[in-house]
Each structure stands twice: as C-alpha cells, then as structure tokens.
C-alpha cells in the first residue's frame, strides 16, 4: 500500500510538473511573436521601391518640409495623422520635440490617437539624428557623418511594441546614410534658417518599416535613449491607432513591398 501510495504521488508530481511546463510554454508562445508576424519589414529589404536608408533619408525630408507652428512633433493627443503625408503607400510617425527635462538630461513623451486609412505602411525613427552643412556640422561627407554618429551614440533602451508584443532584434535595423540633401525648408521652419535654404546632410539611427495593419485598433509604442546621463535624449513614444476599412472606391497607393 505504501509503494502504490508513492508511486501515485510519484506519477501526480510528474503530470503537475508537465502540465506547468506545458502552460508556461504556451504563455511563452502567446506573449512572443517573430518580426514577421507583427509586420516589421527586415532591415535588407526594399519596402515599396526603396532602401530603409533611403526611407530615412525620405523621413528627413518629411520633417523639415513641415511648417514648425503646425509640426506633428510637437503634437499630443488626438491628431490628424494624415495632414502633410507623402502621396504613395507609406505613412510617416514621428518622436516629439517637446522635453522635459530630467535627472538623466531630458526626457520627450507623447501619446497619440490617430486613425489610419487601411493598407498604409509606417515608418518610423526610434530615435535618430541627422547632422548637415546649414547648420554647421561639416561640409564633407565624413565629417557629418562623425557628427551625426556623435548625436546619437551611445544608445540604449531601443524598444518597439507592436499591439503589447515586442519586436525583436530593434539594433539591427540601425541604419547610417550616405551624403544627401534636405529642402527647400519652407518660411517657418524647425532649424530657423532662410526660407528656401537647401542642405547636404547625413542620417543616423534606428527606423523601422510596418506593412499596413488590420483593420480595427493597434498601439504602437517605441522608446529609446541617445546620449549619456546628464545630457541624455530619452524618447517615449505611444500611437494608439484605428485602421479604417477600405471603402469600394479606394484604390492601392502602391505595391506590396
């Protein structure tokens, strides 16, 4: 009676052990997805036609065209995601100029809300910097590729949630560009030089490409940190998005990367 009382014993213990074990790695399986599931294009890719470091240079050139007493940086809340989008399959996000400053140097949050149409990509900086001639960080193509790579080394804390999962490998879509030209910036502008004035320039940082989300409601929220304390630049960013259905009338703004 003994030995079969232990053997029972013995046999529930095992079962207990293998249903936890099954369990966890459910959880695991559940709160864990690849890239690919949540829609993140590879970094060797070419989304719709180009690069990500061409993306990166086409993002810049988005920021700086925008008027800055409207710019969506410096946008909280609700907002109308689409004013000053590119034409084509590709939507932009962006960080936020508004910090605060912190014990570590300063600190840029915002949450979003914002409704997209279905079948627009985003694309997006982590965080970034770019360095060019206008305003005063060199005139060759290695000397503001050093500044730019001064700006946003080191990092840390790069993170990207798509709907609660994390995206994983968020280092390898670091990209640095090469030599290209900005503007003509408009009369109000970020950088508060001359209307019309146009720049080389070089990109450095950390973007990611998401094919068009599923109809319905998504968040995404990215964080990352450039520099080192006191003087770090620490991003805290949140979109919480509503993809519209597509209507009969609509067409596609392009081809699927």
């Known amino acids: 009676m003994k030995n079969r009382i232990q053997q029972s014993v013995h046999t529930l213990s095992i079962a207990v052990a293998t249903a936890t074990l ?8 559940l709160g864990q997805r690849d890239n690919a599931d949540l829609g993140i294009l590879p970094p060797d890719s070419f989304p719709f036609g180009k690069s990500y470091t061409e993306w990166s240079e086409a993002h810049w050139r988005w920021v700086y065209s925008i008027p800055a007493s409207n710019h969506p940086a410096f946008q909280d809340g609700d907002i109308d995601l689409s004013q000053y989008q590119p034409a084509g399959p590709v939507w932009f996000l962006i960080g936020s100029f508004s910090a605060t400053p912190v014990s570590s140097g300063v600190l840029a949050t915002a949450h979003r809300t914002a409704t997209v149409p279905r079948g627009k990509a985003l694309f997006f900086p982590i965080i970034d910097a770019e360095a060019s001639t206008a305003e005063g960080n060199g005139s060759t193509e290695a000397e503001l590729t050093a500044a730019a790579e001064s700006f946003i080394e080191p990092t840390s804390d790069l993170t990207c949630e798509i709907d609660g999962h994390p995206v994983q490998d968020v280092a390898c879509f670091h990209f640095i560009s090469p ?4 503007g003509p910036l408009p009369a109000d502008n970020l950088l508060g030089l001359p209307a019309g004035t146009s720049s080389p320039s070089v990109s450095d940082g950390y973007f990611l490409m998401m094919a068009p989300l599923s109809t319905g409601r998504h968040t995404v929220h990215f964080t990352g940190t450039a520099g080192i304390s006191p003087n770090a630049f620490t991003l805290d960013i949140t979109y ?18």
């Open 240 to 257: 919480d998005l509503t993809v519209q259905p597509k209507g009969p009338c609509d067409k596609d703004d392009g081809e699927a990367p």
């Open 22 to 29: 099954l369990s966890l790695a459910g959880i695991s399986a």
């Open 179 to 182: 030599i290209f030209t900005w």
